[in-house]
C-alpha cells in the first residue's frame, strides 16, 4: 500500500523526492511533496528521511 503525505507537516524539503527510487514522490506547485500511487512500491525509504514525519505508510 503506497504512502500517505500530511500535507498540513510538509515543509516542502524535498528530501523525501530525492530518496525514492522508482521517482514516485514529487513536489506539486504549492511546495508539497505528492505521491503517484501508480508507481509507489511502498519500500518506505521516504518515511525514513523526512524531518517532519509527514509521510506514513497508509493503513
Do not use: Y
Request: charged content about 25%.
Amino acid at each position: 500500500m503506497p504512502v500517505t503525505i500530511d500535507r498540513e507537516l510538509c515543509v516542502g524539503c524535498g528530501a523525501c523526492v530525492g530518496t525514492c527510487p522508482v521517482e514516485a514522490l514529487s513536489l506539486d506547485d504549492e511546495g508539497k511533496s505528492v505521491c503517484n500511487e501508480d508507481v509507489c512500491i511502498t519500500c518506505l525509504s521516504c518515511t525514513g528521511v523526512c524531518p517532519v514525519e509527514a509521510i506514513k505508510e497508509k493503513e
